[in-house]
């Protein structure tokens, strides 16, 4: 299952000069490529190199496109501080499904996340998380940003919240 954060290592080993790069699931199976080299400009040739790559190595369910990376903040794709425990799961090439609920249940003391359904049409994973105590808003941001960092790329999370 190829998360952002492992698809990004894949391009960087694979074009070294790319210096910035960030992968944005849009849902539907697409994603978009954000990227800039070492002058902080994406060429015409490095464009048509990293969707050619996308093509041929990355999932082929998922649709790519590849701007340059400040279009990122023009698409209102925030910049994330991820954990490093977080990162470690996320980096890990043969994470599945169970490995994924596995580390997410162990982040978060007194919350439960649990798979309800994949919505095939949308690529959404529909998530619940319980707990005996209610979820504060800044958890379940922290919970939601978590969960988006565990998805394959192309596919989106959504997260039902049940507590007292």
């Not at 954060?5 to 790069?21: A, D, G, N, S, T």
């Amino acid at each position: 299952m190829g998360t952002r954060l492992w698809m990004e290592h894949v391009i960087k080993q694979r074009f070294p000069h790319v210096r910035y790069i960030r992968i944005h699931s849009t849902g539907s199976h697409k994603a978009v490529i954000y990227a800039w080299d070492e002058h902080l400009c994406l060429s015409e040739k490095d464009t048509a190199d990293l969707f050619r790559f996308a093509s041929d190595h990355l999932p082929q369910d998922v649709c790519f496109t590849v701007k340059p990376y400040a279009s990122a903040v023009e698409d209102g794709v925030a910049p994330i501080e991820v954990p490093d425990r977080l990162r470690r799961a996320a980096m890990n090439g043969s994470l599945d499904q169970a490995g994924v609920f596995a580390e997410l249940n162990s982040l978060f003391t007194g919350v439960v996340v649990a798979y309800k359904r994949y919505d095939l049409r949308t690529g959404t994973v529909h998530l619940d998380a319980y707990s005996y105590a209610s979820i504060e808003e800044q958890a379940r941001s922290v919970i939601q940003s978590h969960v988006n960092e565990l998805m394959p790329v192309g596919s989106t999370a959504r997260v039902v919240f049940y507590g007292t």
